[in-house]
């Protein structure tokens, strides 16, 4: 009894909030008591302050102090009471399904029973372990949920599936307002549903998996477009570089061989022009021994002076007289300057009408390769091709392996899919296009469309055929005649006829070609495009009951 009084004053001074001991404890107006920290932090998430127990609110918000004797009691009592039970830290709280035959205070339940229709924590589960009478009955985890079982009308366990009216019912409904329903039980209505269920995750799981393998084609496509951008920038700096290297040696060359010239031009004029100076000091020299000789007052002496008239005219010994020198242009290099000009002239010309082939805006950045001349050739980008059974119109017939498709006047009866053809018997693959890719198409039968579209072609009326729409592009192949069909644009196509039409596409460049499989390989047809999407493989069948398309194994 002492231990039960210890445990009902732990309970009076345990925090409403935190169901825990009181923490610094604190009264409000209207007398109950919270630890410090929960009413501050349950204060401060509102817009109205009130008693989380009674909902009494304070405007304003009331300034809170720490009771001092009531956080003594607590203190005391950790001394002397038990630690908390553990009991007290499994106490239902919001949000949490609380334990059907608990009193008073209720545990968390961990268990909910279908049978009772009840909630039970662990103690008061006990019975449904240990006794015979309860080992039918159905365990789950806690639910809130359970009154839902229970019929509103009748007040009975709904243990019936209608299926006439999709709804849970229970047995006095079956007799009544449902009576004449297709009814079964919920269970096995359970495990009708759990087995349609699992095949709707299998065909969304085969969808992940086709999504993941196209995210890795397109990354490992951005990996190509950035390798070969980056190897082309690499390509573009260094050819540039060895440009500009060209240009600064050339440049570099002509003001090497303009000095040159300059200097054996300036030598030969200052050579000239000493040669003159030396002359005229000379000439003056004459001049003044004359201008002396005129001056003299003797005549004997100044005939006898007198210079010989040869010596007069004659011409100063290694000099050139000035009537002899040749007159040199003001330009001497403007010759070479036109020429710079209209070389520069011709390199702009050059770079203006070459630019557009090496302009990434005119230019493939990844070059397609050549296609292949030969089966063999084609053979390295042979693409596995399986059809997807969401797609197939309900005409069509798929083998086991996905490969072969067969119209039939009495089809399968698929599910229900938004993927699937609505209106024209065909079929798309499983996987997605890109890159270079080869298959070959075996046919039987009057008419067979082998085509490529986008994933998101319409999938019901007229106008979802292989052909006549923008997001498909096919080959009409009859029993003698081919032609090509692209948003309701036939085409006429000649060549070989025979029963394998091989199929070859270059995403990346563009080109989609089908080619006439024999003993040769003959081009039927061939697309010059812009594909904006992965493309998916397929076949229509339109003709006659029995005629088949089939994906053939390349080796």
């Known amino acids: 009894m002492a231990q039960k009084g210890v445990q009902l004053d732990r309970e009076s001074f345990s925090c409403p909030i935190c169901l825990d001991l009181l923490k610094d404890p604190v009264a409000t107006p209207c007398g109950h008591s919270y630890c410090m920290k929960c009413i501050t ?10 008693c989380p127990q009674c909902r009494q609110s304070f405007t304003p918000r009331p300034v809170l102090l720490k009771n001092t004797m009531l956080a003594a009691l607590v203190e005391e009592l950790k001394k002397t009471g038990p630690p908390a039970a553990a009991a007290d830290l499994c106490y239902a709280g919001a949000g949490d399904v609380a334990c059907d035959v608990c009193t008073g205070r209720k545990l968390r339940a961990c268990k909910s029973c279908l049978v009772c229709l009840a909630s039970y924590c662990d103690q008061h589960l006990q019975p449904h372990y240990e006794s015979p009478v309860f080992k039918k009955h159905k365990l789950v985890e806690p639910s809130k949920k359970l009154q839902e079982n229970i019929c509103s009308r009748h007040n009975e366990v709904k243990k019936i599936f209608c299926r006439t009216d ?11 307002e449902h009576k004449g329903h297709d009814t079964v039980s919920a269970a096995a209505e359970r495990t009708e549903r759990q087995r349609e269920l699992e095949g709707s995750r299998l065909n969304i799981q085969q969808r992940i998996q086709d999504g993941e393998k196209e995210v890795k084609l397109l990354q490992r496509e951005v990996e190509a477009v950035n390798g070969s951008a980056d190897k082309a920038v690499e390509d573009s700096e260094k050819t540039f570089t060895e440009l500009i290297r060209l240009v600064e040696k050339r440049s570099s060359d002509v003001k090497q061989q303009l000095r040159s010239q300059q200097e054996r031009e300036v030598s030969g004029v200052r050579e000239l022009q000493e040669k003159l100076e030396q002359e005229i000091s000379e000439l003056k020299r004459r001049d003044a021994e004359l201008e002396l000789l005129s001056h003299t007052e003797d005549h004997n002496q100044f005939l006898l002076s007198y210079p010989s008239p040869s010596s007069l005219s004659a011409p100063l010994s290694g000099a050139t007289h000035s009537s002899s020198t040749n007159t040199r242009p003001l330009s001497y290099f403007e010759d070479v300057t036109a020429a710079l000009s209209a070389l520069r002239d011709k390199l702009q010309d050059v770079l203006r009408e070459e630019w557009t082939h090496v302009s990434p805006t005119e230019v ?3 070059p397609s390769a050549a296609e292949p001349a030969s089966r063999a050739g084609f053979f390295t980008y042979s693409q596995e091709i399986t059809l997807d ?13 996905g490969r072969k498709a067969t119209l039939m006047r009495q089809g399968r009866s698929y599910s229900s899919h938004p993927d699937r053809f609505t209106y024209w018997p065909q079929v798309l693959s499983r996987e997605g296009l890109s890159g270079r890719c080869y298959w070959e198409v075996e046919r039987r039968g009057g008419g067979v469309r082998v085509a490529v579209a986008y994933k998101n072609i ?3 009326g007229g106008g979802s055929v292989f052909g006549h729409n923008d997001t498909s592009w096919c080959l009409v192949c009859e029993k003698n005649s081919y032609s090509f069909l692209y948003n309701g644009i036939s085409t006429p196509v000649s060549g070989p006829p025979s029963s394998r039409v091989g199929v070859y596409l270059d995403h990346r460049a563009g080109v989609l070609s089908f080619y006439s499989v024999s003993e040769t ?5 061939r697309v010059q495009t812009t594909f904006t999407q992965p493309l998916r493989a397929g076949v229509c069948l339109y003709c006659n009951d029995g ?7 390349l080796k």
């Open 458 to 460: 319409s999938r019901a």
């Open 389 to 401: 059974p969401n797609t197939a119109h309900t005409r069509l017939v798929l083998s086991e392996g």
């Open 364 to 366: 493939e950045v990844l």
């Open 547 to 553: 005629d088949t398309a089939e994906f053939c194994k």
């Open 521 to 525: 390989t003959t081009l039927l047809h």
């Open 41 to 50: 932090q349950h204060w401060d998430g509102e817009l109205i302050h009130s």
């Open 166 to 176: 999709q709804l849970s019912i229970c047995s006095l409904c079956s007799m009544d």
